[in-house]
């Protein structure tokens, strides 16, 4: 059974720190999505990545994977406020659109 | 290019009623995937479609169903409605293919309570 364990599950920071969220899972898989969600609003899509070493970068946000360590990160540089909200990765079971999800990141940004 | 929408946004029910939840992906979208996310379990798929073909269901009791259209849209049907059914059932669309194609775009969600 595929798992997605996603740390930490709760993380507070400051401005202008940075910060890394971590995504394991048990089985391979070759697509790994990141979203981020706003309190009472729907998943944003982040980051797709398909292959190993991929990396992506948008913003403050940079995520990569390594399908080898069955493990994915998002760094977030120089955190601000508006980057608040919960984060999850999903594996993608089988490359069918079954995402398996973490528990998400809820991350706090204090100003 | 319009997003994916999900009909209606908030619903109340009863007890052991029955609910149908409604999608239509991003045009051109093959594939209609439907999650609930509850406080306690988190995300968690129910199925996914691809050209009126379910492939994939998740480990839900045979209450929850769904179908898809010729034109993509889907629907999500919760029968004998209990009070965990409680939710926020989201559905996401993807071209279903290769590349950039794997990305999945969530509607905004209905949000149905039973009471």
């Known amino acids: 059974e595929l798992k997605v364990e996603q740390n930490p599950l709760f993380l507070s920071m400051q401005e202008g720190k940075n910060y890394t969220i971590y995504c394991n899972y048990s089985t391979t898989s070759d697509r790994l999505y990141w979203y981020r969600q706003d309190p009472g609003k729907s998943l944003e899509s982040l980051f797709v990545?398909?292959?190993n070493g991929a990396v992506k970068q948008e913003g403050r946000l940079m995520a990569s994977l390594d399908t080898k360590a069955r493990l994915s990160t998002l760094h977030i540089t120089a955190a601000v406020h508006d980057l608040s909200a919960t984060y999850f990765c999903a594996v993608d079971k089988d490359s069918n659109y079954q995402l398996i999800w973490g528990a998400g990141t809820k991350l706090i940004i204090k100003p | 290019k319009a997003g994916v929408t999900q009909t209606p946004r908030y619903l109340i029910k009863t007890r052991g009623q029955q609910v149908t939840l409604s999608c239509s992906p991003i045009?051109?979208?093959?594939?209609v995937s439907w999650y609930q996310q509850t406080p306690g379990q988190g995300l968690q798929f129910l199925f996914e479609y691809f050209s009126e073909t379910q492939r994939n269901k998740g480990n839900f009791p045979g209450r929850f169903s769904g179908r898809q259209f010729s034109n993509s849209r889907s629907e999500m049907n919760v029968s004998t409605l209990e009070l965990g059914d409680s939710a926020l059932y989201l559905c996401?669309?993807?071209?279903?293919?290769?590349?950039?194609?794997?990305?999945?775009?969530f509607g905004q969600g209905t949000r149905l309570t039973v009471v």
């Open positions: 990545l398909l292959s």
């Open positions: 996401a669309s993807s071209l279903a293919a290769g590349g950039a194609g794997t990305e999945a775009f």
């Open positions: 045009s051109g979208h093959r594939s």
